[in-house]
């Protein structure tokens, strides 16, 4: 980021390329709907571009970026009434999906698999408490430390932990009563 504040663009191609998909599947789950999605994502990035003289290098770049997400879309959540809609879709338009490597990549059942696994983990995600899902995925997601998470949300490092020991525990019992929803034999 402090390349890209001396005039580095090829700085920032850096920090879009690998920021870009932790931090939109992070929007993503925590508002449900991929418009706004993809619309606070832009925002974030354009408050990154005008704030680039200001960014002090004494802290982690990703918590930064993290913490002006979760500004935006808090500032979006008032101006707007926000539509929960159970998405599973995590790439960002444009992007071709991620495919396995190898062997894998030819076996397209289990790439559909993936695909309903994942499906499954949207579902689980969006049915958590909003303070779960929102440390789980900045946990699992943007891969914050839990210092990071705790300074990002305003709580303690154990309730950061605490927090993603229940979203973990959340995330089991749901997917687990799906599987076992979906394994019952139906009755015609």
């Not at 870009?20 to 354009?46: I, M, N, W, Y």
Request: aromatic letters at 8%; one cysteine or more.
């Amino acid at each position: 980021m402090t390349a890209y504040a001396n005039g580095d663009a090829a700085a920032f191609e850096e920090l879009f390329g690998r920021h870009r998909q932790p931090l939109f599947t992070f929007l993503l789950h925590q508002c449900g709907d991929r418009q706004l999605a993809e619309d606070v994502f832009q925002e974030v990035f354009l408050k990154v571009v005008r704030s680039r003289h200001d960014y002090r290098a004494d802290g982690n770049f990703r918590a930064w970026l993290f913490t002006i997400a979760r500004r935006t879309l808090t500032d979006q959540h008032r101006r707007h009434v926000v539509r929960k809609v159970v998405t599973t879709e995590s790439a960002l338009p444009g992007d071709a999906p991620l495919e396995p490597a190898g062997h894998e990549a030819e076996q397209p059942n289990r790439r559909l698999a993936a695909q309903q696994l994942g499906e499954r983990i949207g579902w689980a995600l969006q049915h958590l408490p909003a303070d779960q899902r929102e440390v789980f995925l900045l946990r699992e997601r943007a891969g914050l430390a839990y210092e990071g998470i705790a300074e990002l949300t305003g709580c303690g490092v154990a309730t950061a932990k605490s927090r993603m020991r229940y979203a973990l525990a959340g995330l089991r019992r749901l997917l687990a009563a799906e599987l076992s929803r979906q394994l019952e034999p139906t009755h015609d």
